[in-house]
Nanobody
Framework: QVQLVESGGGSVQAGGSLRLSCAASGRSFSSRTMVWFRQAPGKERAFVAS????????DYADSVKGRFTISRDNTRNTAYLQMNSLKPEDTAVYYCAAAWTMRPKTKDDVTYWGQGTQVTVSS
């Protein structure tokens, strides 16, 4: 069992930065792939980034490549999403998730979800 709590969301102007954190409780955090998804109003929840259990491999949606960086600290049971050069189209609720698969891409690949944190980017 893994419980996930996101933090770090907020409002920022276009071009700005935010860092989201995902604090996990439960003994299996370090063995799971951690994933970030986002859901904009009226749209489906979409994959943003993932990182495997030891941080050796990461994966990003094309829309965020070069701007977002996913990382994790297994000693702190925390995953992070550093978001730079933010655009208005990045506005969404961002969800942290945990998965057993190496390259989770869809909601069906996820085992546990956080409650989400709002990110709003103004132009």
């Amino acid at each position: 069992q893994v419980q996930l709590v996101e933090s770090g969301g907020g409002s920022v102007q276009a071009g700005g930065s935010l860092r989201l954190s995902c604090a996990a409780s439960g003994r299996s955090f370090s063995s799971r792939t951690m994933v970030w998804f986002r859901q904009a109003p009226g749209k489906e929840r979409a994959f943003v980034a993932s990182i495997v259990w030891n941080g050796a491999s990461t994966d990003y949606a094309d829309s965020v490549k070069g701007r977002f960086t996913i990382s994790r600290d297994n000693t702190r049971n925390t995953a992070y999403l550093q978001m730079n050069s933010l655009k208005p189209e990045d506005t969404a609720v961002y969800y942290c998730a945990a998965a057993w698969t190496m390259r989770p891409k869809t909601k069906d690949d996820v085992t546990y979800w956080g409650q989400g944190t709002q990110v709003t980017v103004s132009s």
